[in-house]
């Protein structure tokens, strides 16, 4: 290569720097956009009647997740035994359906990488006492039905309860 190539290839680069260095940041969100995926979760009537609502809230957000959307709604028990109808013949169904119509819930959409493996392991074990220190079981459950949250337990399942409350999200 010629002197005069190289200093007509350096002189490309520092005329284009100043644009790579404008433009990484948002190429880079783009890039890390294309591996967020989302979940669906549920604070408990348990937890919000104990007003540890935005306790979970913030651990959620502390943790990196974005919260795409999020309501507090009572569920019907039509709501309630659809939502849970994969438990139907079990003898809890109606327990849990009865619990999850005693009182507000909040519904929420949270989003990023490996969401729902992210987010099944901030919840914790179903049975707090066996739950890790630290995750959201732990921290606020008291039972194996009252443990605060609910989360989806595959994507295939996340995108059937994200659809069931909030129709379109995953379109």
């Not at 294309?34 to 540890?52: C, G, S």
């Amino acid at each position: 290569m010629t002197k005069n190539k190289i200093i007509i290839l350096m002189l490309a680069i520092l005329a284009i720097a100043p644009a790579i260095y404008y433009l990484y940041p948002k190429i880079k969100k783009q890039i890390e956009g294309f591996n967020m995926e989302k979940t669906f979760a549920i604070i408990k009537p348990d937890a919000v009647k104990a007003k540890n609502s935005g306790k979970i809230i913030d651990l959620i957000e502390q943790n990196g997740f974005n919260i795409v959307e999020l309501k507090k709604i009572n569920l019907t028990q039509e709501q309630a035994k659809t939502f849970y109808a994969v438990h139907k013949e079990k003898p809890f169904f109606q327990e849990v359906v009865d619990f999850m119509c005693s009182g507000p819930v909040i519904i929420m959409a949270l989003e990023k990488s490996g969401a729902v493996d992210g987010w099944r392991t901030l919840m914790g074990a179903t049975n707090p006492e066996k739950a890790d220190e630290g995750t959201m079981r732990k921290l606020f459950g008291t039972g194996i039905m009252t443990n605060a949250t609910h989360g989806s337990d595959s994507a295939e399942n996340a995108k059937i309860e994200l659809e069931f409350f909030f129709p379109g999200l995953t379109k």
